[in-house]
């Protein structure tokens, strides 16, 4: 006889939960905040002896649920239920020890879903306003969740799942980058025009760092600038993490900052509106994607030189390197396609992956050979195939998908 467990979640009831999650066939919860979950028994088998490096995982945002690729079959082999109008925004899978975890921004209900994907159980935990994206500190322990409408980092502890902090005073924030020293964080303002920095011990904000050189810009064109302000999305690290690329929306610049110091030691010009800065792993390019003029702008990462401008698309949202550095594919989500550049001469062709599909983010598998693209307008997962550029489609993978990771792999959120 199977068992079903509804967990009620309710504005008042937002303290520590643990929680049975559906790890089999998709089961989407009606209206009103309630999860209905089969058996946890035997529905975890698909994952069971099976390496996080090598499983895809897509978030999407209109069916409340994550879906789980193999990405040696690139079948799908298993949905994770969350909650209805929950609107997740991101995941990111990781291993602890012999543990395996999926974290999850659930933006729309004001918490984060800490999975444990060995047993099927849960954690929610309760954060600031609109959660979307975030960063595990490299030990494991810790994640910070950037809550962009309540202008606050909500602190939480992964194992024990509950907010050991909720840290105040930025505008918008966008993301979060722990440097590899585990002592520091930086957070990017969408809507100011600075990176904050916090004590990732004492989980306070500690620094704030000025981007580009907006009175100067803002004097060319005021009107431009007298309206919303788009900012800093992302702080990139070398993979070093001795310095660290915040490009501001609206000065067109990207400021580089000595995470020694933290202060900006070399302000570069972009093209217009540039959204973020993406590190080739081997440390050596610094890519930007500028949507206002449909260029991307090439920085040499060692010398901290712009060395190359290149045709972009329309709406970019995000590059990706594969093949050891030897390509960057940069997606361009108002095309319909991806711009495929072989490094480090690059000569470019386009890949046209449909007719007006709406592509959103993408991860790149750890030996760099696929590259897994989310389309919302035809609920699918795109695959490229570094190698030789052929592309497959996974249809079906949800409603409205929108993240894709991969443990080790190159991954982002937009």
Known sequence: MLTFLAVFIGNTALAEQKTELAMGQSVYPPAGGIWKTPPAQGALSPLSGKSLKTVVFVTNRDSGDVTVIDAQTDQIINRVNLESWVNSHMAMSMQM????????????????????????????????LAPEHFDASPDG??????????????????????????????????GVTFHPTLKKAYIPNLGAHEVGVIDTVEHKLIKRIAIGELPKVAALNPDKYLGEIQGIVNVTLTPDGRYAYAADGDSGQVGVIDTATDEVVKTLQTGEEPWRAYASPDGKWMMIPNNGDETVTVIDARKHKVVATLPGGAGMTGINYALDNRKAYVIAAEDSSVLVYNLPSFTSKKLVLGKNLALET??????GKKVYVAASTDNSVYVINAEDDQVKRIANVGQFPWGVAIMDGQNYCH
């Not at 999975?115 to 935990?125: E, P, S």
């Not at 910070?144 to 902090?165: H, P, R, T």
Request: net charge negative; proline share 4%; charged share 20%.
């Open 362 to 367: 993408a991860a790149t598998t750890p030996d």
């Open 141 to 174: 322990h810790t994640a910070y969740f950037a809550n962009i409408d309540g202008g606050s980092i909500s602190a939480v502890d992964i194992m024990a799942g509950k907010e050991l902090a909720r840290i105040e005073g930025f505008y918008e924030p966008h």
């Open 97 to 128: 020890g012999g543990k395996k975890m999926l974290l999850v921004s659930g933006t729309q209900k004001n918490v984060v879903y800490l999975i444990d994907l060995d047993n099927g159980t849960a954690k929610v935990v309760p954060t600031g």
